[in-house]
């Protein structure tokens, strides 16, 4: 039976694509995006998460791992992953909840079970579900057994990815959504692999291969302070959509909702010490897309 790793399954989600939607996040992703505010999305695996804050240094962690893949270093907690087994058996005799996990796997029908309690919702806000990351369609054989059973329930189906995925699967996968948001984070492939840890190419081609099929496509670009969040950017931006004949763009201003996560992960975080942003410090750079006859909105 298929499994897919998952970390979260969100209901009432407004904000990954059209009306009340479920959100199914997928874990994994081939991007290492600096500014990430689901860091535990990234590992292919189950992650362990550590809140310092809870811990009492009872120690009894590290006495009950089997695999001996815990250890204390000046009372700060760390896991060696080649040897976890991510058996849980830490975060569950944790005995302040200092502990807890990421990602579990599911089988498609436990999923579409959890899709269809909201169908009320979805038909009345013409709404569905969204398939999320981390990046889905790096778990395509479970992705592909999804939507099939989806689509057999007449749910609208969309998908928020990175492009970043190997055309045939990318081609393959495309017709399955009645939408793909589609991500893209700068138009200059060496600084596009210094933030992200990949070049755009693949992604920019896959985008194209999209516009030119008539699958429906929604260009979103995440704002990042540093990155991409400056005029000369926004231009830059339009001058590549007008080539790929793109009218509607969406704007994710940066946040800080996924700071926490890396302390947790005890990873360190480059945005850290950023402002978030808000549509009112992004009108001026909005206006650059619409002044050229792009839709662009929040």
């Known amino acids: 039976m298929t499994k897919a790793l998952i970390f979260n399954m969100q209901k009432f989600s407004i904000h990954d694509g059209p009306g009340i939607r479920t959100t199914i996040f997928f874990k994994g992703c081939p991007l290492k995006c ?7 999305s990234q590992d292919t695996s189950i992650q362990i998460l550590y809140d310092q804050k809870k811990c009492v240094h009872c120690m009894t962690c590290l006495h009950t791992c089997p695999n001996k893949a815990i250890q204390f270093l000046q009372d700060q907690f760390y896991i060696d992953t080649k040897a976890c087994s991510h058996c849980l058996t830490c975060v569950h005799n944790c005995i302040n909840q200092a502990l807890s996990y990421e ?8 999923i579409v079970d959890f899709c269809l309690q909201d169908v009320e919702f979805y038909e009345e806000s013409n709404g569905g579900v969204t398939l999320s990351g981390g990046e889905a369609l790096c778990q395509p054989q479970a992705v592909h057994e999804l939507c099939s059973e989806l689509k057999k329930h007449k749910i609208h189906i969309a998908v928020e990815t990175t492009g970043y995925i190997e ?16 991500d893209v984070k700068h138009y ?32 979103r670009i995440p704002v990042i302070p540093g990155f991409n969040a400056e005029i000369k950017d926004a231009k830059r931006f339009v001058s590549l959509f ?31 010490d950023t402002k978030a942003l808000y549509p009112e410090d992004l009108q001026e750079y909005q206006n650059i897309f619409t002044q050229e006859d792009i839709d662009c909105f929040f």
């Open 167 to 182: 055309s045939q699967i990318f081609q393959e996968s495309a017709a399955l959504f009645d939408l793909l948001l589609f």
């Open 242 to 272: 007008q080539k790929m004949g793109i009218k509607k763009v969406q704007l994710l201003p940066f946040h800080q909702f996924g700071q926490n996560k890396y302390s947790l992960l005890n990873r360190e975080y480059a945005y850290k």
């Open 34 to 40: 600096l500014w990430c505010s689901n860091p535990e």
């Open 188 to 219: 200059d492939s060496n600084i596009h692999q210094k933030m992200t840890g990949v070049s755009n190419e693949k992604i920019l081609k896959n985008l194209s291969w999209a516009l030119n099929n008539n699958i429906e496509v929604l260009v």
């Open 103 to 110: 990602g579990e796997y599911k089988t498609i029908e436990e």
